[in-house]
């Protein structure tokens, strides 16, 4: 079974920067497709940033694009979110997730088998 484990969340101005880490477990990190998602209340989950198993292959949402950057250390079995020029519209709950490599669209949380317990971001005006 897998597990994953997110920490790095917290509270910060506009403008500052927070890096997220998700610690998978149970399987095979390298053979998982991993992504984080966000959630904001009153909001569906919606997807942020995504990495396949080799690092060369990243995907972002537009709102992140050029502020965030994901990578992944498969010796460590981590993933990383650096968010850099945070706005008060990213605060949300962070979620890491994961996935059997699968060919095809990596936003869709629907696709994704498992699942962090989630970090709380916040940014203040």
């Known amino acids: 079974q897998v597990q994953l484990v997110e920490s790095g969340g917290g509270l910060v101005q506009a403008g500052g920067s927070l890096k997220l880490s998700c610690t998978f477990s149970?399987?095979?990190?390298?053979?998982?497709?991993m992504g984080w998602f966000h959630q904001a209340p009153g909001k569906e989950r919606e997807f942020v940033a995504a990495?396949?198993?080799?690092?060369?292959?990243?995907y972002y949402a537009d709102p992140v694009k050029g502020r965030f950057t994901i990578s992944r250390d498969n010796a460590k079995n981590t993933v990383y979110l650096q968010m850099n020029s945070l706005k008060p519209e990213d605060t949300a709950v962070y979620y890491c997730?994961?996935?059997?490599?699968?060919?095809?669209?990596?936003?869709?949380?629907?696709?994704?088998?498992?699942w962090g317990q989630g970090t709380q971001v916040t940014v203040s005006s």
């Open positions: 997730a994961a996935r059997p490599r699968t060919i095809g669209r990596k936003s869709i949380p629907s696709t994704y088998d498992y």
């Open positions: 990495i396949g198993w080799t690092s060369s292959n990243t």
């Open positions: 149970g399987r095979t990190f390298s053979s998982y497709d």
